[in-house]
């Protein structure tokens, strides 16, 4: 195997599919990696093909990166600048309210609720958590509960609508 058959990635989520027995392993990448993990990937899924892939950690137990092993990979050490799991939920509702489709699903959940702009995404998403600010969205809080709810629904709506 190769360097360039390599992606360096954060473990980010885990999630149940009920419907298909399986379940999902969410990694992140910085995006300025994407178009090299996507041709490592060989493209977007194509459910008619099956893609298989091997992961391996790159840390030890104590969460520190095993540089041996990272650097025969020819991988730099993780940034610490990554975000904490406290930050995790907040960048993950700043980047929907980005994204116009989440727009459209919150039109659609809020009924007569104008949405057409990040602005106005940030505004239902602080309403609907109960919060003065994304950044108050964390783990193992309320807000954190009911992000984590609209979240999952709109992954289920986007699934939906596709």
Not at 29 to 44: F, K, N, Y
Not at 48 to 57: H, Q
Not at 154 to 162: D, M, N, P, Q, Y
Request: include cysteine; glycine fraction near 4%; hydrophobic fraction near 40%.
């Amino acid at each position: 195997m190769t360097d360039e058959a390599i992606i360096c990635a954060v473990y980010a989520d885990f999630k149940l599919i009920k419907t298909r027995g399986c379940v999902q392993i969410i990694f992140e990448l910085p995006l300025a990696e994407s178009r090299h993990a996507l041709e490592v990937v060989g493209g977007m899924p194509d459910f008619a093909v099956e893609r298989r892939f091997a992961i391996a950690r790159l840390q030890n137990d104590a969460g520190k990166v095993s540089r041996p092993r990272a650097e025969a990979a020819g991988l730099k050490a993780p940034a610490t600048g990554q975000p904490s799991t406290d930050k995790r939920m907040a960048r993950q509702a700043a980047l929907c309210c980005k994204d116009p489709v989440f727009w459209a699903f919150l039109r659609e959940m809020q009924g007569q609720k104008q949405v057409f702009s990040e602005e106005a995404a940030t505004n239902c998403v602080r309403e609907f958590c109960t919060v003065t600010s994304r950044a108050d969205i964390k783990p193992d809080t309320e807000a954190g509960e009911y992000w984590n709810d609209l979240r999952s629904r709109f992954l289920a709506w986007k699934l939906v609508e596709s």
